[in-house]
């Protein structure tokens, strides 16, 4: 979806070699269902500070106002800097969310919200 643009397309078409045998593209009626079911999963999205600068709304990415960096020795949460790649999950359950680490050499843990939030 974030790719899914003119320009982009523009740009691949210059490095296409062929097209896939049997390819039919959507209907307008398919289209149609992407496009509700696209705008659907941004439903999600938090609300945000209106001073941050976005550079972008879907994903939204946006950078720290100048001010919120300088007029206190500590960045507030709601004007830290906001980079996102995809819109923000739906149906996910705080109480049984976790976010699994793991890695070669150490003890795999999964950390709830709650113990994140603790860490801060």
């Keep these: 979806t974030v790719h899914n643009s003119d320009t982009v397309r523009e740009v691949l078409e210059k490095?296409?070699?062929?097209?896939v045998k049997?390819?039919?593209p959507p209907t307008e009626e398919e289209l149609a269902e992407l496009a509700r079911?696209?705008?659907?999963?941004?439903?999600n999205e938090p609300k945000r500070n209106k001073a941050l600068k976005p550079l972008s709304n879907r994903p939204f990415c946006a950078?720290?106002?100048d001010a919120a960096l300088t007029d206190a020795p500590i960045t507030s949460n709601?004007?830290?800097y906001v980079r996102s790649h995809m819109p923000v999950p739906s149906g996910t359950d705080p109480e049984k969310f976790c976010v699994n680490v793991s890695g070669e050499g150490m003890?795999?843990?999964c950390f709830t919200i709650n113990d994140?939030?603790?860490l801060l």
């Excluded at 490095?15 to 097209?19: A, S």
């Design 107 to 109: 003890r795999q843990r």
């Design 22 to 24: 049997g390819f039919k």
């Design 15 to 19: 490095m296409r070699i062929g097209n």
């Design 78 to 80: 709601d004007f830290f």
């Design 63 to 65: 950078a720290t106002p």
């Design 37 to 43: 079911k696209e705008e659907a999963m941004w439903e």
């Design 116 to 118: 994140l939030k603790t």
